[in-house]
């Protein structure tokens, strides 16, 4: 047995090494080509476009979605392995042997993608279960593998094949297979498509049907659609329990790595996983440029963006309720200096979304957390063009009070800024922000901060005015703004 990766470890019968641990960067970069081809090649579907999608087409394929991950089968040099996109490496166990025999029956190096399921007691196989079987070793006999695409064959990039030959090179491999075995793929009309996908969500064998035609592309039709994207900052809020987070605010990343905001979730989280996720957040904490509230009115934290979450969306809308495109900050991310602002880009506001999962089996890149999870859905025809970050005049204070108060030998601090932000032309940038301060020694957080924003002076002046009513009373001094 050849060392594929470092840092191995026992599993169940064989063994599997830690995420990132491949030891040949070659075959990495095969596996990173792959994920951007394919991403860029699939196409989502919702239900009621299956007519107009694929009724005219006179030969597809189709497929069941299956909910897994995605893995590949490789062989070199006589050894087998199976490798996950994120460096993950597994030997030794049964499937992998079956795998072994498969491949080496066909002779020559050979790179095979496919989805790694895990079989449950009951019901149809979810991606969860992955995670389950590998949090829990006694269950690497329920996983299997099934093959559908060839990537490299004998030193040849396959994905240079017509589909159709590609399908029945993967048929060849996995003939008989009983761990690990190719999809079942079936030729059939466009018309077809709809009575596949009844057929099978509704005994429950899949979450929706794949459609691939000659060209290459792919098409996903399912009820419901997820997307992967990267966490950069959070809001947090107070109650009985203490602090929480409130919400994640998420960004995908564009081809030339920087970071494209598309909103926030903060559904979807108990309340115990909510304290969890601030206490691990609370650790990755990055220095940034851009400022932005959250629901709570309060700024955003910034973090390190490693953790890649899976968000359930309904919809997403490329226009606004007053039908302008939809535009969020674009940013750049060094270790060094953190995030900075680069300017607004087009993007799409998610339609109600719930957080499902964290995706550990997927790294935080374009190839995995990419703008074609939306410009495959919504069109946006200017999406590589940001408005700059600096349109308009610079921000101004236009209003500032602030009172002291003398307590037990330390002064307390309360204080508002009206700002005027010179964004009056932006959809997205409110005109006002009013800051609110609020410092005292003897608290447990001395510092608390929180922001209101409004479209007029007035309306500032309004929230400001409610703000004195209820927290400047008696004992508090004003002091020269």
Not at 5 to 25: I, N, V
Not at 65 to 78: H, I, N, S, T
Not at 408 to 425: C, E, F, M, P, W
Request: glycine share 8%.
């Amino acid at each position: 047995m050849t060392d594929f990766a470092t840092k191995y470890e026992p599993y169940g019968p064989g063994r599997r090494s830690l995420p990132g641990s491949l030891a040949d960067p070659a075959l990495m970069q095969i596996m990173q080509r792959y994920r951007t081809q394919i991403a860029r090649r699939y196409v989502a579907v919702i239900p009621q476009n299956i007519g107009p999608t694929f009724d005219k087409r006179d030969k597809i394929w189709v497929s069941a979605k299956m909910d897994g991950e995605l893995w590949f089968a490789l062989r070199r040099g006589g050894h087998t392995a199976l490798v996950s996109y994120n460096g993950r490496v597994l030997e030794g166990l049964p499937l992998v042997d079956e795998i072994a025999r498969q491949l080496g029956a066909a002779g020559g190096d050979i790179v095979v993608a496919g989805e790694l399921v895990a079989i449950p007691e009951t019901g149809r196989p979810r991606s969860h279960h992955v995670g389950r079987a590998f949090a829990e070793p006694s269950l690497s006999g329920t996983l299997r593998f099934f093959a559908f695409d060839v990537v490299e064959d004998a030193a040849e990039d396959a994905m240079l094949w017509p589909w159709e030959r590609r399908l029945s090179r993967v048929r060849a491999l996995f003939e008989g297979g009983t761990l690990a075995t190719a999809i079942n793929c079936v030729e059939a009309k466009g018309s077809d498509v709809g009575s596949y996908f009844r057929e099978w969500t509704a005994e429950g064998k899949a979450e929706g049907v794949v459609v691939r035609i000659d060209s290459g592309v792919a098409y996903k039709v399912k009820a419901v659609f997820s997307i992967d994207a990267v966490v950069v900052a959070f809001g947090e809020r107070t109650t009985e329990a203490g602090r929480q987070m409130r919400e994640m605010s998420v960004a995908v990343i564009m081809d030339d790595g920087t970071y494209q905001l598309i909103g926030s979730v903060g559904g979807g989280f108990p309340d115990a996983e909510r304290t969890r996720w601030l206490a691990r957040l609370d650790q990755m904490s990055a220095p940034s440029k851009f400022r932005m509230a959250n629901r709570e009115g309060t700024l955003c934290r910034f973090v390190k963006p490693e953790i890649v979450v899976e968000i359930q969306l309904y919809d997403l809308l490329d226009v606004d309720a007053e039908d302008e495109p939809v535009r969020r900050m674009a940013l750049r991310y060094t270790p060094e200096e953190g995030y900075m602002p680069l300017g607004e880009g087009r993007t799409a506001a998610m339609l109600f979304p719930v957080f499902l999962r964290e995706r550990t089996d997927k790294v935080a890149d374009a190839a995995c957390v990419g703008m074609s999870q939306i410009t495959s859905r919504v069109s946006l025809a200017d999406a590589t063009s940001l408005r700059p970050a600096d349109a308009g005049l610079e921000a101004k204070v236009v209003e500032r009070a602030v009172w002291t108060k003398e307590a037990k030998g330390s002064v307390a601090v309360r204080k508002y800024v009206i700002l005027d932000t010179n964004r009056q032309g932006s959809r997205d940038s409110a005109p006002f922000t009013v800051f609110f301060t609020d410092f005292s020694a003897g608290r447990a957080e001395p510092l608390q901060v929180s922001l209101r924003t409004t479209t007029s002076f007035a309306g500032a002046r309004q929230i400001a005015g409610a703000w004195v009513t209820e927290n400047i009373k008696k004992g508090w001094i004003p002091a020269i703004a």
